[in-house]
């Protein structure tokens, strides 16, 4: 079946600095790919959507400057925390889709947290 | 009001019980619909995903739809205390016509006893 691998999964850094998030489609070509944020006993909140070679579409509320997506290939789209700070310590996930398909796979998810 | 509504719960019940949960929904742009299971710092993974309104099953699962009330159901039966999971509702649609969403209800926690 389809696989997202998602790394790191757990990460602690310190406040001001940048962390990247990579979320890979294993075995299979992900056209689609959703970046999630999710509190404790909170549901998992949509951050942005971003589609193969074009820009991301972020919600609204989301700081297209500090939550950098990029999706270069069709197996790889990259989160990047950027200048963090310890509000956004969370559990981001990703999720990918292919065309035609409309099972999204999920990462195991990123603990970030910052200090 | 929010796009998708879901009882958190918590729900408790003894093993062999059949489990109800449910959705709501405010949005008729809303097509697809998934049910997820979610283990405790792991990423949800899909059970079932519907499209049209009606049954659907698939073991010990079943997935509801009723498009006309805008509410969704899944049941487990004979659960078991490997069910023991937060479960949440999920849609598919492009609200307002704008790019396609996955938009996830807050999610139920069950919890079967033995």
């Known amino acids: 079946g389809a696989v997202v691998s998602q790394h790191p999964s757990r990460v602690i850094c310190k406040s001001g600095t940048s962390v990247k998030i990579e979320c890979r489609s294993l075995d299979f070509q992900a056209t689609t790919m959703f970046w999630y944020r999710q509190f404790p006993k909170q549901s998992l909140m949509l951050m942005a959507t971003?589609?193969?070679?074009?820009?991301?579409?972020?919600e609204q509320g989301v700081e297209k400057d500090k939550f950098l997506i990029n999706h270069a290939s069709l197996t790889l789209s990259t989160l990047t925390v950027t200048s963090a700070h310890p509000e956004d310590s969370s559990f981001y996930i990703c999720?990918?889709?292919?065309?035609?398909?409309?099972?999204?796979?999920f990462g195991s998810g990123t603990r970030l947290t910052v200090v | 009001q929010k796009e998708v509504e879901q009882d958190p719960g918590p729900l408790s019940v003894p093993e062999g019980a059949i489990v109800s949960l449910n959705c709501t929904y405010s949005n008729s742009a809303f097509q697809y619909f998934m049910w997820y299971r979610q283990y405790s710092r792991k990423g949800p993974e899909l059970l079932m995903y519907t499209y049209s309104s009606g049954n659907k099953e698939d073991g010990r699962f079943t997935a509801q739809v009723d498009k006309s009330s805008k509410y969704i159901s899944l049941f487990i039966r004979d659960s078991q205390p490997s069910d023991s999971a937060t479960y949440l509702c999920?849609?598919?649609?492009?609200?307002?016509?704008?790019?396609?969403?996955?938009?996830f209800g807050k999610g139920t926690k069950l919890t079967v006893n033995p």
């Open positions: 999720s990918a889709s292919t065309r035609g398909y409309y099972g999204y796979t």
């Open positions: 999920a849609m598919i649609g492009r609200p307002g016509g704008g790019s396609e969403k996955l938009v």
């Open positions: 971003s589609n193969e070679g074009s820009k991301a579409t972020y």
